[in-house]
């Protein structure tokens, strides 16, 4: 009888163990209706969550010859996952053939005889066996005998619990099996682990899909959909919802467990106290580990991020450990590698969550182990952040009063910040340094109030002895606030002090970059910029390089060069990949998001979703006020494909984590205040749209510009523009447009210019009628095309929609035509104004017009102001042009061509 063996990779020296499973197995033991009961669909919850873009992705993976690898850790669902695709396929049951797999499978006779029951086989492969056929040879015999066969072949084989063959001769028949297996069938492979072979042949022939736990995990919105049934019952609040989404990321059974908990008890508790999510953690995740593996898992949870240098340097201080993170992730424990970061890893936080309870002996001593180990690697946050988990004030002290604290700036400081709140006051009182230092993680956290607050607690000696890093300290939280004159000078104060540290200097020229860019002076803040960059390159502070280039893009932003910043975000992105072994650094995300940000902005949503997960997700993790400008656009997002629900509930819960991140309100509010406006002016409520834009007052006033939303003041005023238009107060609206020119003169991004002229051209269509509005949008459509900058079309869509009606014709034809066509849902007419052998004047183009509103020619003079004969002159010569005898068919071939 074939053993219950180990997995693959726990550390089997050789075959031996295999030996009596690869002898074969008596014949009487083969009971095929034993095996049977193992060949069989699961069944799938009714209560299932609705998954199409994901059962849709593995349809699509089900081509003929196709090998579909679902590969995560226990609870991510991949089977029902399956399950659920192959019932949406249109794939007849009678055609899928699903093994679930055990350790007892590893018995090469056992695999085959379960192989050959599901493929409807009639001889048993240990009769081949017997007869002196090796095992390689009677599953080759199996597959002739399957491919000879004319109906009733299986269209799809599934084999579940892959994890559970170790054996490598029984890896070798999988090998074999899924080389040969008939092509017009294909095979599905669920597991916890990677595969035991090599897939890169399978990929280079494009049939190989690989499914992970980054696509199974549910989505923020696939969580509140989860959830809907409880929050209607009240069992539930969104914000619940939420922290459930931000402690399991997505994991699906603790959630499903957690469901079901909610449905059978009045009394709530945290997901990670409930009997069923107990029981699955330490019975179906941890189960099979032993002493030492737990013990490893424990060391690991305690730390946000891990490596498996960093863990090795604290095992002396966790003794009989059973592996390190790499280890654990081969075992198929939910810890994530994080992207671009070599072997970093980043445990899953609800089971982190549980295993840091109780806390283990030496957990201090650990703590400051880790402090040590980063801070030899100038990881000023995180040696600061471990020695204030170990409860070191002296070391604490130290490492503020050595480090730089500008480096906080490239770097993560969302665990700094949780720490404020536990941190005793005497430890702040005794040092001015750590006061600046805590003054830099409220500032880099949006909370400014409270920067200032421990600024100001300081002694005036303390004051002077360190005025230089207090006037950087103020010039990064005034440009954060968007005061960009106030900042400029105070960041030229900080420099001329002359006491700053390099990275001082860096963050000063950054913060002077910005400023400079904010202004219009983009050579000047190019010069800034590069300044910082050498000061980076100085400093070896790969974080803080990563923002110059984030600095930059800004700057071909500002510009409206689209191209050009994208290619220095994407050369930015690639070389901090380069650097492995590091934890995660915060100039990575804003790349990220920057880049995100471009491609809205040039109409590639598909892209820009895709890059928007996985960066928004990071943000949030990482407390980085990026993730305003994540949900900012994510908003955009939903408005521009005509989901308003979504936008709305993406705006509350933008609202939500800015409060609960204790973020200053100037900074979000008029974010969310105009994205309320812009849905409000979509969904044509044009008093709420006023009511938020009112309350934008205030902000548009100051002329505020911020720093992760340059183009805001702009665009604010360009709402009160779009509200006027809404109500027809055309007076008004030119008035405020005018306004903006004379405001900011020179300082105007480019988006914003485009925003303007648009909105120009829908003034004018109605002041001086469509030939000159039609002109303006010609003139828009060809500078905006060179960038393929269509997000202000997007934007302005329902202002636009008429004017581009009639002028789409007359656009410069190109991709960027193709795309506004598909935007305004508008064809080519055949046979445009363009085509017209002789175009229409501006002046018949005003008699035109006033024949289709029904005036004579008479009246059309009057009105005009010119001779009677001199409008007959033109109605014959507009006649002529559009090739009609009449008025009445003028109007009707003026409008088929866009000219009314």
């Known amino acids: 009888m074939g053993q219950c063996v180990k997995p693959f990779n726990d550390g089997c020296a050789a075959n031996d163990e295999f030996q009596s499973a690869n002898s074969g197995l008596p014949r009487g033991e083969l009971v095929r209706d034993l095996l049977r009961q193992r060949v069989q669909v699961p069944a799938v919850p009714p209560d299932s969550l609705a998954r199409p873009k994901l059962e849709g992705r593995i349809t699509e993976a089900l081509n003929e010859g196709g090998v579909l690898y679902m590969e995560a850790p226990c609870g991510y669902g991949k089977s029902h996952a399956v399950v659920g695709a192959l019932g949406g396929s249109g794939v007849s049951s009678d055609q899928v053939r699903w093994i679930s797999l055990n350790t007892q499978d590893n018995a090469p006779s056992r695999f085959l005889a379960l192989l050959a029951i599901a493929l409807d086989l009639p001889e048993t492969p240990d009769q081949g066996h017997h007869s002196g056929a ?5 599953l080759a015999m199996m597959l002739v005998a399957l491919a000879r066969k004319s109906d009733d072949k299986p269209r799809i084989l599934v084999l579940d619990n892959l994890q559970n063959l170790g054996n490598p001769a029984v890896v070798e028949l999988l090998q074999q099996l899924i080389a040969d297996f008939p092509p017009e069938s294909s095979i599905v492979l669920i597991s916890r682990k990677a595969l035991p072979f090599e897939t890169h042949g399978l990929e280079l022939e494009n049939r190989f899909t690989r499914v992970g736990a980054e696509v199974l995990e549910f989505s923020r919105s696939e969580t509140f959909e989860f959830f809907k049934p409880a929050m209607t019952a009240s069992q539930l609040t969104s914000v619940a919802v939420d922290h459930l989404y931000d402690l399991t990321e997505g994991w699906a059974t603790p959630l499903a467990l957690y469901r079901r908990e909610l449905a059978g008890n009045t009394e709530r508790k945290p997901i990670q106290e409930t009997a069923g999510v ?10 099979g580990l032993t002493p030492g593996q737990l013990r490893s898992m424990r060391g690991i949870a305690e730390l946000e991020l891990c490596s498996d240098e960093l863990f090795l340097a604290l095992a002396p201080l966790l003794p009989d450990t059973g592996f390190i993170p790499s280890q654990a992730v081969e075992r198929g424990l939910p810890l994530k590698p994080m992207p671009g970061r070599g072997r970093w890893y980043r445990l899953n936080p609800l089971l982190q969550e549980w295993l840091r309870e109780p806390v283990m002996v030496g957990y201090a001593e650990r703590m400051l182990q880790a402090s040590r180990w980063f801070g030899a690697r100038d990881q000023f946050p995180e040696a600061l952040k471990y020695a204030l988990l170990a409860g070191d004030a002296d070391e604490v002290i130290r490492i503020a009063s050595e480090g730089s604290e500008a480096l906080l700036l490239g770097q993560d400081t969302a665990s700094l910040l949780r720490l404020r709140k536990s941190m005793p006051a005497r430890l702040l009182e005794r040092s001015a340094r750590l006061r600046i230092v805590y003054s830099w993680v409220h500032a880099i956290g949006g909370q400014f109030r409270q920067a200032r607050t421990l600024i100001e607690g300081l002694s005036e000696t303390e004051r002077k002895e360190h005025v230089a890093r207090i006037c950087a300290l103020e010039a990064f939280i005034l440009r954060a606030e968007g005061s960009v004159a106030p900042a400029l000078a105070m960041a030229d104060r900080a420099l001329a002090e002359g006491e700053l540290s390099t990275q001082g200097q860096l963050v000063t020229q950054m913060v002077r970059s910005s400023a ?22 100085v400093a070896g502070d790969s974080g803080s390089e990563a923002l110059a280039v984030y600095a930059h893009a800004r700057i071909e932003l500002g510009k409206g060069a689209l191209k050009h910043a994208e290619q220095l975000l994407r050369t930015g992105l690639d070389t901090a990949m380069q650097e492995l072994a590091r934890p995660a650094r915060i100039g990575e995300t804003r790349l990220q998001l920057n880049l995100v940000l471009v491609l809205w902005h040039q109409g590639r949503e598909a892209e820009a979703d895709r890059l928007l997960v996985n960066c928004g997700r990071h943000a949030e993790q990482t407390r980085d006020l990026g993730l305003l400008l994540a949900m900012t656009i994510r908003v955009l997002m939903c408005r521009a494909q005509g989901r308003l629900d979504d936008a709305f509930v993406w705006i509350g819960r933008a609202e939500r984590t800015m409060h609960s991140w204790q973020v200053d309100e100037s900074l979000f509010v008029p974010v969310l205040e105009a994205l309320k406006a812009s849905c409000w002016l979509a969904l044509n409520e044009v008093d709420s749209a006023s009511q938020a834009v009112s309350k934008l007052a205030p902000y548009r006033e100051a002329g505020c510009v911020p720093e992760l939303f340059p183009m805001m003041p702009g665009l604010l005023d360009c709402l009160q523009v779009r509200v006027d238009l809404a109500r027809g107060d055309l007076i008004r609206a030119r008035e405020t447009l005018q306004g903006i020119r004379e405001r900011y003169e020179g300082a105007i991004p480019w988006g914003v210019e485009l925003h303007m002229r648009l909105l120009e051209a829908v003034i004018v269509q109605d002041e001086k009628g469509p030939v000159v509005a039609q002109k303006i949008l010609v003139a828009v459509v060809t500078e905006a095309a060179r960038e393929h900058f269509i997000s202000p079309f997007s934007e302005l869509r329902g202002e636009l929609q008429g004017l581009m009606g009639k002028g789409f014709g007359q656009l410069p034809e190109g991709p960027f035509k193709a795309a506004l066509g598909e935007l305004f849902e508008l064809k080519p007419a055949v046979g445009g ?47 002529a042009k559009l090739e009609v005898k009449s008025r009445t068919q003028a109007i009707v071939r003026a409008r088929e061509l866009g000219l009314l």
């Open 516 to 537: 400079l860019c904010a202004a219009g002076r983009f050579q000047e803040a190019r010069d800034a910029n590069r300044a910082a960059a050498r000061l980076a390159r």
């Open 833 to 879: 104004a363009e085509a017209l052998a002789e175009p229409i004047s501006d002046r018949e183009q005003g008699v035109l017009e006033l024949i289709a509103k029904g005036l004579s020619n008479q009246e059309i003079a009057d009105k005009l102001h010119i001779s009677l004969h001199t409008v007959k002159t033109h109605a014959r010569r507009i006649n």
């Open 134 to 138: 090796n095992f390689a040879d009677t």
């Open 278 to 287: 107990e029981r699955f953690l330490k019975e179906s995740v941890l189960g």
